[in-house]
């Protein structure tokens, strides 16, 4: 799902950016450890190419532990780049990330060279909730929505450590299908840039395959009822089998459609007459990702990412072609 969602203040920020960058001596782009590769900006590393680079994992409490270790080790073996996660329960966030910061800019420190940083992020990744702690009151707005924070702030993390904040930036034109569903189900996506069932039938796609039992927990679905929910001819259970394996090899030959329907029915999104509600359905399914009503899951791996992100720039390029092939043939005639 290829998405356009670039508003206005999207615009000052990039421009703010390349203005600040010239004496930004660490940059810290806040991501999403539910959706680390999707919410990484690649606009953003263009604007700080050159610059020393701190990823923070965000709401590592929402996300799969194992997954967000493997995204941490992927981004630390990245040349000057170093990754940390950080969620709601920290107690000190500023001196973690002024240690992490320290470590990137060494020659940088005390008052006569204070480090200076700039964080950015995507919308709705939660750094304004982390600056608010940053600070002894409410400093910046925050909420479930994307695009809350419209204004550049600086704020001292030391007397000898500036952080520059930045309002939630993402990028004009998100051509990695994948990414784009993964972004409008985690909230960084304003809510007219997307279909709410197309993003509800990629995300149970990706959830029965890979986090099946916390789907079949939050909505009390067993083995019985997804059998039941199918037109497909599946086994019978075996005797003796484990519930947990048979609901996620049931879960897994459902199609997207079906298993959307099974959740409406147990959660009363009906019409009158019995006809599945799929907009009330796929809203449900779209706030409990975001609530973690699945349990802790993150909806991509490095390898996913990379898989995506490779097949979108072939997409691209074989575009390119198509269209550079057309205007040639256009002016031959």
């Known amino acids: 799902m290829p998405i356009n969602w670039f508003p206005g203040h999207m615009h000052a920020t990039k421009k703010a950016i390349l203005e600040r960058i010239k004496e930004i001596d660490v940059v810290i782009e806040m991501l ?6 999707s919410s990484c900006n690649p606009m953003l590393a263009e604007l700080t190419a050159g ?11 929402l996300a799969d532990p194992m997954r967000t270790a493997a995204w941490l080790a992927h981004y630390n073996a990245l040349p000057a780049c170093k ?3 950080m969620d709601a329960s920290e107690s000190a966030p500023a001196q973690r990330l002024i240690a992490a910061s320290r470590e990137l800019a060494p020659n940088r420190g005390g008052m006569v060279k204070p480090l200076r940083v700039l964080i950015c992020g995507i919308p709705n990744v939660g750094k304004s909730t982390l600056i608010n702690t940053f600070v002894s009151k409410r400093a910046t707005k925050t909420g479930d929505e994307a695009g809350v924070t419209k204004t550049e702030q600086r704020i001292s993390l030391a007397d000898d450590c500036y952080l520059f904040d930045t309002p939630g930036m993402l990028w004009p034109r998100i051509s990695v299908p994948q990414s784009g569903y993964n972004l409008a189900a985690s909230g960084a996506v304003g809510r007219a840039a997307y279909d709410d069932e197309e993003v509800a039938f990629e995300l149970l796609g990706y959830l029965k395959i890979h986090y099946a039992n916390g789907v079949a927990a939050r909505y009390k679905l067993d083995a019985k009822t997804l059998r039941s929910a199918t037109a497909t001819d599946l086994p019978d259970p075996v005797v003796g089998q484990d519930e947990s394996l048979d609901i996620r090899q049931v879960m897994a030959a459902l199609s997207d459609d079906e298993l959307l329907a099974a959740i409406a029915r147990k959660r009363g999104a009906v019409h009158s007459g019995g006809r599945i509600n799929t907009q009330k359905a796929s809203e449900l399914v779209i706030h409990d990702f975001r609530t973690t009503q699945f349990g802790r899951a993150t909806i991509e791996t490095p390898g996913e990412h990379a898989v995506w992100t490779a097949a979108a720039e072939l997409a691209d390029a074989k575009r390119a072609n198509e269209k550079a092939a057309d205007k040639l043939a256009r002016r031959q005639r």
Request: hydrophobic fraction near 35%; aromatic fraction near 0%; proline fraction near 10%.
């Open 51 to 61: 610059k020393p680079n701190l990823k923070l994992l965000n709401k590592q409490d």
């Open 83 to 85: 990754a940390i996660g």
């Open 32 to 37: 999403d450890a539910r959706l680390p590769g």
